[in-house]
Antibody
Framework: EVQLMESGGGLVQPGGSLRLSCAAS????????MHWVRQAPGKGLVWVSR????????LYADSVKGRLTISRDNAKKTLYLQMNSLRTEDTAMYYC??????????????WGQGTLVTVSS | SYELTQPPSVSVSPGLTASISCSGD??????ISWYQQRPGQSPLLVMY???RRPSGIPGRFSGSNSGGTATLTISETQAMDEADYYC?????????FGGGTKLTVL
């Protein structure tokens, strides 16, 4: 069974840093591209970032570029999101998602339960 | 940047058909996925590649993409279908979500 388990969320002051983790199990982690998606309280889903299977290629939403860094450790089967220079608008539930591709189309069939990041003084 | 537009809310009576739309530029050239999110839960994939249902999703759920609008249709709507629904597409390697539609089953 595919499982994704996020951790590392919490309360942090504006300008602070946090590192989120997403532990994967039940599949060959090193074969899949992985993503972070966030959801501010009461708001919709917003894509944050993605990393390819070996970690050599990353892409970010404009709103987080230069402040958030996605990475992965395939030996540990873990995805990371390093969050620096945090702003109040970064407050959200952060989900990791596994990208699955079929017949030329990719989608998110597996999601973690999320970890909550609150940026507040 | 690319945008997907959904109605904020849709209401339906139990047993009837609900349709949730998703519009965007040149949408016909893209594959759309749909996600259901109940309060306090993670998103759940209910449709991919416009019309394909994942294993375990009831046959009441169907999808289409034509004329610049993608549509998620839920027939014989049940109370358990009440949730937020998001469409999703790809644009230049980045993921784009619609703003979400709250489906209320009255």
């Amino acid at each position: 069974e595919v499982q994704l388990m996020e951790s590392g969320g919490g309360l942090v002051q504006p300008g602070g840093s946090l590192r989120l983790s997403c532990a994967a199990s039940g599949f060959t982690f090193s074969s899949y591209w992985m993503h972070w998606v966030r959801q501010a309280p009461g708001k919709g889903l917003v894509w944050v970032s993605r990393v390819n299977s070996d970690g050599s290629n990353t892409l970010y939403a404009d709103s987080v570029k230069g402040r958030l860094t996605i990475s992965r450790d395939n030996a540990k089967k873990t995805l990371y999101l390093q969050m620096n220079s945090l702003r109040t608008e970064d407050t959200a539930m952060y989900y990791c998602g596994r990208e699955t591709c079929t017949d030329g189309h990719c989608y998110f069939q597996h999601w973690g339960q999320g970890t909550l990041v609150t940026v507040s003084s | 940047s690319y945008e997907l537009t959904q109605p904020p809310s849709v209401s339906v009576s139990p047993g009837l058909t609900a349709s949730i739309s998703c519009s965007g530029d040149e949408l016909v050239d893209k594959f759309i996925s749909w996600y259901q999110q109940r309060p306090g839960q993670s998103p759940l994939l209910v449709m991919y590649r416009n019309t394909r249902r994942p294993s375990g999703i009831p046959g009441r759920f169907s999808g289409s993409n034509s004329g610049g609008t993608a549509t998620l249709t839920i027939s014989e709507t049940q109370a358990m279908d009440e949730a937020d629904y998001y469409c999703q597409a790809w644009d230049s390697g980045a993921v784009v979500f619609g703003g979400g539609t709250k489906l209320t089953v009255l």
